[in-house]
């Protein structure tokens, strides 16, 4: 005896199996984008590190001179 839903469940099944290639193609983009704008800010957390490093040295620095000024 076949299946009478038969039918309907594998226009279904082929409706969702298109939809999940169609959003993993999306999430492959979605990371290729993510990628992109990694590399692109890569100089700025170069530059963001650096600037706090300055900073935490200045206050380092500040704070030996506050000791030793009479």
């Known amino acids: 005896m076949e299946n009478p839903h ?18 993993t193609e999306m999430i492959l983009e ?5 990628e992109e704008i990694l590399r692109a800010n ?4 170069v530059a963001a590190d650096l600037a706090t ?3 935490k040295n200045v206050q380092y620095n500040l704070a030996a001179t506050e ?3 009479p």
């Open 67 to 69: 000791h030793e000024a």
């Open 30 to 34: 979605l990371n290729h984008c993510v």
């Open 42 to 45: 890569a100089s700025v957390k």
């Open 53 to 55: 490093k300055y900073r």
């Open 6 to 23: 038969a039918e309907r469940q594998a226009v279904l099944l082929e409706r969702i199996l298109k939809n999940a290639s169609a959003c």
